[in-house]
């Protein structure tokens, strides 16, 4: 698509969209220029009527700076690598290894270090990478400006554009900077990125309004960012940079602390449950075996060590980087970019998503969709957007085109001013938004504008203005002249001859207001004898006595897919919720298509949520579907009120408008192709095909996501937990130290972490999308996990203290028996890996074969720890040595009752809940 991209320049001085500081600075110290005339703005600017000198610009320009949009600066790899270490379970870890430094026991802290160090490479690499990828979306398009200095008009970059320029803009182009228009000639202006609005605005130098007059409806100023859909115009630079209407709303999206993903909040609470655990276990044990044992204060300490070894999940920080960075992966290949790792799950987890209409939900391309002809036919156009690719369908079959559709579809291609075209087998467009969509419609029925003009020289025309509400174009043909109409069907009707009976035209009539009550922009269509006068250089009449050739209904027609995105969130158990700038007839519309709303009640517009109550807010959002005519200020407020009423909240959008309410959700999602570069900043993820239903693929793509995590955690867990149980028991009975501080890190770093990782890459087990949302409250460890942790760490913990006793009264040595009860453990991690690839389904029931990187990280961990057995080095670090085959026999038979023990709670647990 060649027609205009999606890249920002800059926007406001005195017309703050949020309360931004700069915002309120500048309207403090400038007028909004939208309430003055233009000889005011120019004496307020120290303009002249010929523009600025070159002297002046150059002085302005050191003054006011670029006109660039702030930004925040790309962080380092090295940055990205220090945020790993802000999680608790870091701190945990970090204490860990502090306290091992203080009594000596360097082994242990090194390997404390070494985890935290690849953990934050790891995760540091895969956010920098994730980085690079979203910034790449960027588009770097150098935009230009017509500007006239020194008396002369002078094509510029538009980072040189100062306040007090007058600058040039006509159709196609980019408005380089916030505009107080002077003069125009037909202009429209395409606002949608700044105010959702699918129409564009037809601009009026001569308009005045008040201070509190929306920004939408300022007809006499142009904001930077927006585009000239057609006509031309000039206009006095007021606001270039960060005082703009985009570089407030800029400045907001910096300063916004943004909600925290789902995981991370999960994460936090679970790290201080787990701190608080370790702390009190091994506190109470240390007084057990001081006054119950007679243990020395320094002996005890040894088996507060262990015991804390055991209970924190030493490998949780690298298994869960692996798990998010394989998820980041999957996502990727679905068209989901992470630029936060912790943000994988987050659509998983969320429970409500808040939608921009324009661009996210719809193609942001009028389509003629309806051609309801005088005798009462509706005909139906297929297709989606400007390319005209589709056909007209009467009663759902083809139709020939025909003399009157013939006609129609003249009036369609020649009282137009834009263009449409195939450019090396791509089709490309230019203009007015209605201008191309009435050109697609006409190419359908085989007309085009280039053909048609070559046999219909324009002789002559009217252009739309809103306060005629029609444009007309005149052409002579076999020495004939004929006027060709389009507009409001009021103004069309008017203009048609006497000839119709008022009940005809109280049917036409009614035919147009049936179509707008569907959601379409209706414009009629007529045509007829025009007088030799228009042939001269004189403005012509208005037209009358015209044929009356039918109404086209037009609408931004919603993207493939989404209808079925939808409805797949619904049945995932997550919310949809429009929130757009649009008209609430055309919100309406949309909603219906979608399945969100049905009944214009249902439809909650900007000026009733103005001075709700927090609480009132929180109403409206649990009961609303559909939000329209909302300003960036009240999205960001329907946002803070949704998370307040405990949703997790996901916000998609592409547009600057957008930007604040990305910020401040749980997940931002941004569209990646059209989004604007303020709206990817604010997001954690983007979408790199604009599809909403690339939002269900990442909903997914999260909770598979997350449930591996928490597969990785009740393996962590729930065999740190049994180490902690053997510990214990060892400790209430006056036993030796069942293993050593450095046996456990081995366990829970090498063996376990090799394992943990492989897990990591498990598939879904399939329904992920069948099934609700985890309440926002609940904690990683809810009541199924819990009672599972528990029935697997005390049957290892009781077999393994079981089996450390029998080795000992067989008469092994301390370091023997450590040496069979750390081979055992091993074997209890290596059987139970099956029992967490899935919470509910038997481990008999999944093949291996569905994660080969499971088979291959099992049995590399098991001969890690063979090889240290027969090396020096195990011998030395671990003092660990070969056993017998026999012994191998009996400890494999010990450690396959975990998973017959959580074999039968998982088939008690299945019939209770079938």
Known sequence: ??????????????????????????????????????????????????????????????????????????????????????????????????????????????????????????????????????????????????????????EIDAEQVVPGDLVWVESGNRVPADLRLVSTHGLEVDESLLTGESTAVFKDPAWSGGASTPLADRRNMAYAGSVVGRGRGKGLVVATGAATSVGQLAQDVLSTSGGKPPLVERMERFSRAVAVAVLVAAFLVALVGIFAHGHTVTQMFMFGVALAVSAIPEGLPIAMTVALAIGTSRMARRGVIVRRLAAVEGLGSCTLIGSDKTGTLTCNELTVREVCLPNGDILEVTGQGFVPEGQLLSRGEPIEPGSHLDELARVAVLCNEADLHRNEGTWVWHGDPTDVALLSMAHKLGWSRQGTLGTHPQVNEIPFEPEHQFAASYYGVNGRYQVLVKGAPERILAMCNDQHSPVTRQKWQGMAESMARRGYRVLGLAQGEAPDSVGSSQAPSEPSGLSFLGFVGMIDPLRPGVREAVAACHDAGVSVAMITGDHPVTALAIARDLGLATEPGQVVTGPELVGKSAEDLRETVERGRVFARVTPRQKLELVDAARHAGHYVAVTGDGVNDAPALRAANIGVAMGNSGTDVAREAAELVISDDNFATVVAGVEEGRVAYDNVRKVIYLLISTGAAEVVLVALAVATGMPLPLLPVQLLWLNLVTNGIQDVALAFEPSEGGVLRRKPRPPREPIFNRLMIERTIIGAVVMGLVAFGVFGWLLSAGWSEASARNGILLLMVLFEIVHIGNCRSETKSAFWLSPLRNPILIAGSALAMLVHVAMMYLPVGRTLLEVEPVKPAVWLVLLGCALTVIVAIEIHKLVWRFQHR
């Not at 935290?116 to 979306?137: F, H, K, M, P, T």
């Open 1 to 154: 698509m060649t027609s205009v991209e999606h890249a920002e320049c800059a926007s406001v001085v005195g017309e703050p969209l949020g309360e931004s500081r700069a915002g309120k600075r500048e309207a403090a110290s400038s007028p909004a220029w939208h309430t003055i005339d233009s000889a005011q703005t120019r004496q307020a600017l120290s303009a002249a009527e010929t523009g600025l000198t070159s002297a002046e610009a150059e002085a302005r320009l050191k003054s006011h700076g670029p006109n660039r949009l702030p930004e925040q600066p790309a962080p380092t790899l090295w940055e990205i690598s220090l945020r790993q270490f802000r999680s608790p379970l870091i701190y945990i870890l970090g204490i860990a290894a502090v306290v091992s430094i203080a009594i000596g026991d360097l082994k242990d802290a090194g390997i404390i270090a070494a985890v935290l160090v690849l953990n934050a490479l790891i995760g540091g690499y895969q956010e920098w990478r994730a980085e690079r990828s979203s910034r790449a979306l960027q588009k770097f398009l150098k935009i230009r400006a017509s500007v006239v200095r020194d008396g002369e008009v002078r």
